[in-house]
C-alpha cells in the first residue's frame, strides 16, 4: 500500500525573491578545482569562498542577509592558498572549521555579531599536514569530532584538545567527498580511485566498499539521514552524469540509479532526512532538481526542476532553525553565482498561513549534541535531542550558553526543578582546550555544611550544586587579544612608485635578502655578468630611464647592506672573495656618485653574506665558503675576528641588539652562538633541522629570543622561537604554507611584529612576537595581485604617525618599486596613539668607536626618540569618560514584561470583563411555542 501514500512535500514550489533580497556586487572569481561546495551556512550565518590574491579568504553574513556589497567588506582571511573546504559546527552556529590546500585545519569563533573588521586569527589551529586537505565535516551527533581527508588518509580530531585522535587509510587515491550516517558512527566516503567505501572510525577499518562512477573527476557521496541508504554522485568515461542509490547492508548492488545529460559540471547532493527532500545542483549550471526519496521503486521520484538566470559555483541547504515556518517554508537553497549569493526557497502550499503547521515540520534535531568528544572516541552512542521548530516553542538563534552533553543538561535542568531557584549566567563557551580543575575547599565545605531543607515531606537540595554546575570546568584562558591584530596593508599611489625598471635581478643567492633601501637611496641588483646594483634615489619616484644608474663590481654580487650610521655607505660582497665598501653622493646629472673607499679582502672562498654591528662604527661581519665568520674594522681594512666551528654551509648570521653576541645558522642543522671577542668558539650549540637553503635566524624581544625561518620536508615553511638562554629546546613553532621559495624574515622591534615573505610570492604572514603564549600572534596578512621579489623596511621616522602607520616598506617587483604602508586602525586619530608607538631607538646613531669595540668596550643604548607630532596630545593623557549609567537597574529589567506577556494579559482582561456581563439577552428569557402547536 506504500504506493498510494503521498508526500506531503511533493508539491513544493520553489520561490525566488526579487533580486533586491539577493546578494549581490562581490566577485567570486575563478574558484580553482576543489572537492568543496564553496558555501556553507548555519541557523545565523553563511560563508563562501570570494575572490582573493591567493584565495584563503571567505566572506561572511547574516543568513538572511541581503543587498548589494562591495570587495571592501570584512573578511575571514583564513589561510595563504586557496580554501577547498569549510563547514559550520551543527552545535554551534559562531563556529566554522576551515581547510586549505596550505596543509592547515583551523577553527574560527564568529563575532555574533558579525565581522565588523576582518578577522585573521583563529580560535585554534590544528597541526600542519602532509599535504592539502581536501573536506572536512563535523561529526553529527557528537560535540568537537571533525573528519578530514588529507590525499588518501582519513582522520577524526577532537577540536576540544586540538589533538589527532584517528587516522584511517586504505584508501588507494584521493578522497573526493565524505559524509556521516545521521546518528555519527558510520562515515561514506568516494574517492579518486572509483570506489564508494562505508569507513567505521572508531574501529579504524573499512566495513564495505563498492563500485563507483567510471570518471574519476569529482564524485559525491551523501547519507540519507539515520536510514541505510547511501546516494553517490558522478559520470561515466564520457562524461555522462548519474547518481547511484545504495542500500550499505547490501552494498555491492544498486538499489535504483539516475541518468542525467553529458557535461563536465560536478554535481552537488544536498539531502533533508526530516523531510526526505534531494536536491542535485550542478556546477556551472543554473538547474537545480528536486527529488521526492520513497521507500519502494522507483525510490528517487522527480519533483521539479528549477531553472535560474545565474550559473551556480555552489550551493548548500540552510539550517532548519532560519527558515520561516509561518509561511511554510519546508527548505531554503543558498546558490553561490559569479558575484553574490542567491536563496531559493521550497514552500508547501497552503490555503492559510496563519497557524503553524505540525504535519510539515516534524521535531528539529537540536543544537545539543548527544555525547562529548571523549563519549563518542570511547565508543558511546547517543541520539541528538529534538526539538520543536515551533515559533512559540522554540528558542532564539544565538550564542550556545549551555554545556557540550546533553545528559549534562538534563540533569542540569533536574536540578533546577528540585532547588526551584533562578539559575545564574553561565560563562561563554570558549574553543581552546581548557585543563579540569577540582573543585575548591571552601565550595566543598559548603555543600556538605548545607542542611537539607524539608518543606511537607518533600527533600530540597542545597542550591549549591547548581551553582557549581554553572561554573567552568577549569580555569578560564585568557585569549590574548593584540593590538596589531586588524593592521591593513595598502599599496600607496602610483605616483609614489618607480615603474619600468629593467633587468632586474631573478637569481641572487639564498642567504641574500635580493633588496635594501634607507632614507635615501634604494639598491637593486640587475641580471648579468659584473655584479651590478642600481642605485635609485628615493626622493624622486617616476617612470626610469631605459638606462638606470648602477655600480659594477666585475663579479657576482652575493650580498650588499646599507651603513645603518651612514646612508651613502654600501658594502657589497662577491664571489671573488672581495667586499667593497662604496660611497655614493647625489652630485651628478645622472643621480649620483660612487667612489670605493675600501676592499677587504681575507676569506679564502666566496663569501655569502655581511652585516653592520648594529651599534658600533665601522664594524662589519661576513661569512664565507671557507666556513669562517670574520668580523672586519672597515676603517683600517682588517679583519680582527674569526669565528670557527661551522662545518658547512652558512646560512644566516645575526647580531644580538646590543652587539655583543653573534649567533649563525649553519647546514649541519646547528644553531650557534658566539661571544666574538671572548672566544672564536661557540658558547652554545645545538641541533635544529632548518632545511637545506635558505635559513634565516635573527634576534628578537630585545635580545631574550631567537626567530629562525626555514623548511621542511616537502618544502613547509616553518617559523621557530628559542630563547637565546637555551637553544636545546624550541618555545614555540608555527607552520606555514608549503612553497620552494625561503622565507625572508623582517622584525619591528618597537611593535614585535615579525614580517615574513618568500621570493615569488604574491602574499606575506605577519606576526606578533610575544615572550608568553601565544608567543606568534597571527596578524591579517598582505596581499597583492602580483608576485614580488623582495621586500625592504624604512627607518621608522618615514611613517606617517597621524595616520597611524606603524611600517613602511618598499616592494620590489620585476618591474617596480612600490611603497607599502602598515597601519592600525585607530578611531581617535586625533591624539597621538602613544600606545602603539613607543619611542624608538636612534639606530642611524651609532654608540661608540669601532676600535673601541675591539678593544672591549660596549656602547651605550642608542637615544630614544619620541614619535609624537609636535602639538599632537597623547592618547595615554586623554581622560576616559565613564560609561554612562545603565537606563534600567538589574531588577527593573527582569520585571519587564515582553510583547507577548502584554498580549496575553491584555486577551485576559478583555475576557474578564465579557464573563462578567451576565445580563441575559431579552430573547433569552422569552418562552416559545410548543412543537404540537405547529400542527395547525
Known amino acids: 500500500m506504500s504506493r498510494f501514500k503521498v508526500s506531503k512535500f511533493r508539491n513544493a514550489q520553489e520561490k525566488v525573491p526579487h533580486m533586491e533580497s539577493w546578494i549581490t556586487g562581490l566577485r567570486v572569481g575563478s574558484l580553482p578545482f576543489s572537492h568543496g561546495n564553496h558555501i556553507k551556512a548555519s541557523a545565523a550565518l553563511m560563508a563562501f569562498n570570494v575572490e582573493s590574491g591567493n584565495g584563503g579568504n571567505l566572506a561572511v553574513f547574516p543568513v538572511d542577509a541581503k543587498g548589494r556589497k562591495d570587495m571592501s567588506i570584512p573578511q575571514l582571511q583564513a589561510h595563504s592558498e586557496f ?328 540533569a542540569e535542568k533536574t536540578k533546577t526543578e528540585e532547588v526551584k531557584v533562578q539559575k545564574p549566567d553561565k560563562p561563554a563557551k570558549t574553543t581552546l582546550p581548557q585543563k579540569p580543575s577540582p573543585p575548591s575547599k571552601s565550595t566543598s565545605s559548603k555543600a556538605d555544611g548545607v542542611a537539607s531543607k524539608v518543606s511537607n515531606g518533600d527533600v530540597v537540595k542545597p542550591a549549591v550544586a547548581v551553582e557549581s554546575k554553572s561554573k567552568p570546568k577549569g580555569p578560564i584562558l585568557k585569549r590574548f587579544t593584540s593590538k596589531f591584530r586588524h593592521i591593513s596593508t595598502v599599496m600607496m599611489h602610483r605616483s609614489l612608485q618607480f615603474t619600468s625598471l629593467k633587468k632586474t635581478s631573478i637569481s641572487t643567492m639564498s642567504e641574500c635578502d635580493g633588496f635594501h633601501v634607507n632614507k635615501k637611496w634604494a639598491a637593486v641588483p640587475l641580471s648579468g655578468a659584473g655584479g651590478n646594483i642600481a642605485i635609485i634615489d628615493l626622493d624622486k619616484p617616476c617612470k626610469l630611464p631605459e638606462s638606470v644608474p648602477f655600480i659594477e663590481h666585475g663579479s657576482d654580487a652575493s650580498d650588499f647592506a646599507w651603513d645603518p650610521f651612514d646612508d651613502n655607505r654600501l658594502a657589497v660582497c662577491c664571489l671573488n672573495c672581495k667586499i667593497t665598501v662604496w660611497k655614493i653622493s647625489g652630485q651628478t646629472s645622472e643621480g649620483f656618485s660612487a667612489d670605493i673607499e675600501v676592499v677587504l679582502m681575507g676569506h679564502n672562498d666566496r663569501i655569502y653574506l655581511i652585516k653592520f654591528h648594529p651599534l658600533a662604527k665601522d664594524v662589519l661581519l661576513s661569512a664565507s665558503q671557507d666556513l669562517t665568520v670574520k668580523i672586519w674594522n672597515i676603517s683600517t681594512g682588517e679583519d680582527k675576528i674569526t669565528l670557527e666551528g661551522h662545518t658547512d654551509q652558512i646560512f644566516s648570521a645575526a647580531w644580538s641588539p646590543d652587539g655583543n653576541f653573534v649567533a649563525t645558522l649553519c647546514k649541519d642543522g646547528k644553531i650557534r652562538l658566539y661571544e666574538p671577542r671572548s672566544s672564536s668558539s661557540p658558547v652554545q650549540e645545538h641541533n635544529f633541522v632548518s632545511g637545506s637553503k635558505g635559513a634565516r635566524i635573527l634576534f628578537v624581544l630585545n635580545g631574550t629570543h631567537l626567530i629562525v625561518s626555514g623548511q621542511k620536508n616537502q618544502s613547509i615553511r616553518s617559523v621557530t622561537l628559542l630563547k637565546a638562554s637555551d637553544l636545546s629546546r624550541p618555545v614555540h613553532s608555527v607552520d606555514l604554507k608549503t612553497s620552494p621559495s625561503f622565507l625572508i624574515p623582517h622584525y619591528d622591534e618597537d611593535t614585535n611584529i615579525l614580517f615574513l615573505s618568500g621570493k615569488g610570492d604574491s602574499t606575506a604572514d605577519l606576526f606578533e612576537v610575544l615572550a608568553e603564549p601565544p608567543y606568534l600572534s597571527d596578524l591579517s596578512g598582505f596581499s597583492a595581485t602580483s608576485i614580488h621579489q623582495a621586500f625592504s623596511f624604512l627607518p621608522k621616522t618615514i611613517c606617517a604617525v597621524k595616520d597611524v602607520e606603524v611600517m613602511r616598506a618598499m616592494r620590489l617587483t620585476m618591474t617596480t618599486m612600490e611603497p607599502v604602508t602598515f597601519t592600525v586602525p585607530r578611531v581617535k586619530k586625533e591624539y597621538f596613539q602613544d600606545d602603539i608607538f613607543p619611542d624608538t631607538r ?86 416559545g411555542v410548543e412543537d404540537d402547536e405547529w400542527d395547525d
Not at 241 to 261: E, I, P, Y
Not at 848 to 872: A, C, H, I, T
Not at 894 to 914: F, G, I
Open 83 to 410: 580554501v577547498t573546504d569549510f563547514d559550520f559546527n551543527p552545535f554551534d552556529d559562531f563556529q566554522l572549521a576551515t581547510c586549505s590546500q596550505d596543509g592547515l585545519i583551523r577553527i574560527w569563533d564568529i563575532p555574533e555579531e558579525g565581522l565588523s573588521t576582518s578577522l585573521s586569527t583563529a580560535s585554534l589551529s590544528l597541526p600542519q599536514q602532509d599535504g592539502p586537505v581536501e573536506v572536512i565535516s563535523y561529526n553529527p551527533s557528537a560535540s568537537s569530532v571533525l573528519a578530514a581527508s588529507i590525499k588518501s588518509t582519513l582522520k577524526i580530531f577532537d577540536i576540544s584538545s586540538g589533538a589527532e585522535k584517528l587516522s584511517i587509510d586504505g584508501h588507494n587515491d584521493t578522497i573526493q567527498s565524505l559524509s556521516w550516517k545521521q546518528d555519527g558512527r558510520l562515515l561514506a566516503t568516494s574517492g579518486k580511485d572509483k570506489t564508494i567505501r562505508i569507513v567505521d572510525p572508531r574501529q579504524s577499518s573499512i566495513s564495505s566498499e563498492t563500485k563507483g562512477h567510471e570518471n574519476e573527476k569529482d564524485s559525491r557521496v551523501c547519507w540519507f539521514g539515520d536510514q541505510d541508504y547511501v546516494l553517490s554522485t558522478g559520470a561515466t568515461k564520457s562524461r555522462q552524469r548519474q547518481a547511484f542509490l545504495f542500500d550499505v547492508r547490501n552494498f555491492k548492488q544498486k538499489v535504483t540509479s539516475l541518468s542525467f545529460d553529458p557535461s563536465s559540471g560536478i554535481m552537488i547532493p544536498l539531502y533533508d532526512p526530516d523531510t526526505k527532500m534531494l536536491f542535485i545542483a550542478g556546477k556551472g549550471e543554473t538547474t537545480i532538481r528536486f527529488y521526492d526519496v520513497i521507500d519502494s521503486s522507483p525510490f528517487l521520484k522527480e519533483c521539479s526542476t528549477y531553472v535560474g538566470k545565474a550559473q551556480q559555483k555552489g550551493a548548500t541547504l540552510v539550517n532548519k532553525r532560519a527558515l520561516n515556518v509561518m509561511s511554510c517554508e519546508v527548505n531554503r537553497l543558498l546558490q553561490l553565482t559569479q558575484d553574490g549569493v542567491i536563496p531559493v526557497s521550497y514552500e508547501v502550499p497552503r490555503k492559510s498561513h496563519r497557524d503553524f503547521q505540525p504535519e510539515l515540520f516534524p521535531d528539529f534535531r537540536g543544537d545539543e549534541p548527544g555525547l562529548t568528544s571523549e563519549e563518542w572516541f570511547e565508543g558511546n552512542n547517543a541520539e541528538v535531542a529534538r526539538v520543536s521548530l515551533n515559533p512559540s516553542k522554540a528558542k532564539p538563534v544565538g550564542k550556545k550558553q549551555k554545556g557540550s552533553s546533553s545528559s549534562e543538561n538534563k
Open 842 to 927: 636612534a639606530s642611524w646613531e651609532w654608540s661608540l668607536e669601532g676600535s673601541d669595540w675591539f678593544n672591549g668596550e660596549n656602547g651605550k643604548e642608542q637615544r630614544r626618540v619620541y614619535l609624537g607630532p609636535e602639538g599632537m596630545k597623547p592618547l595615554s593623557e586623554v581622560p576616559k569618560v565613564n560609561a554612562p549609567p545603565p537606563k534600567y537597574s538589574s531588577q527593573e529589567l527582569l520585571e519587564m514584561k515582553s510583547d507577548q506577556e502584554k498580549k496575553e494579559e491584555l486577551l485576559s482582561a478583555m475576557t474578564n470583563v465579557l464573563t462578567l456581563n451576565e445580563t441575559p439577552l431579552p430573547q433569552e428569557e422569552m418562552e
